[in-house]
Nanobody, 127 residues
């Protein structure tokens, strides 16, 4: 079992930055992937970014490329999401996710690719 605890959300103005953190505890494996999804009011949950626990491969949604950066600290079992140039459209609950990577990259972009989900942290960007 893996537990995920997010932190770092908040209310900011457009153009500002925020950094989300996700601390993982419990049993994890080198072949895991971790990432972030988000869900805005009245919208489907959508992929934001992912990173493989071994190595440094990263994956991003087109809507955040160039603005968001996902990174990890293996020693701390923590994943970060640095969000720059925030836009009102980025307003959502952000969920940290973790799961075993089975070699199919396309699964990293789908909710079904992850067994474990955090409780979520609210990010609100005002115009």
């Amino acid at each position: 079992q893996v537990q995920l605890v997010e932190s770092g959300g908040g209310l900011v103005q457009a153009g500002a930055s925020l950094r989300l953190s996700c601390a993982a505890s419990g049993r994890t494996f080198p072949n895991y992937a971790m990432g972030w999804f988000r869900q805005a009011p009245g919208k489907e949950r959508e992929f934001v970014a992912a990173i493989r626990w071994s190595g440094f491969s990263t994956y991003y949604a087109d809507s955040v490329k160039g603005r968001f950066t996902i990174s990890k600290d293996n020693a701390k079992n923590t994943v970060y999401l640095q969000m720059n140039s925030l836009e009102p459209e980025d307003t959502a609950i952000y969920y940290c996710v973790a799961g075993q990577f089975r070699g199919i990259i396309a699964t990293l972009y789908t909710p079904e690719g992850y067994e474990y989900w955090g409780q979520g942290t609210q990010v609100t960007v005002s115009a």
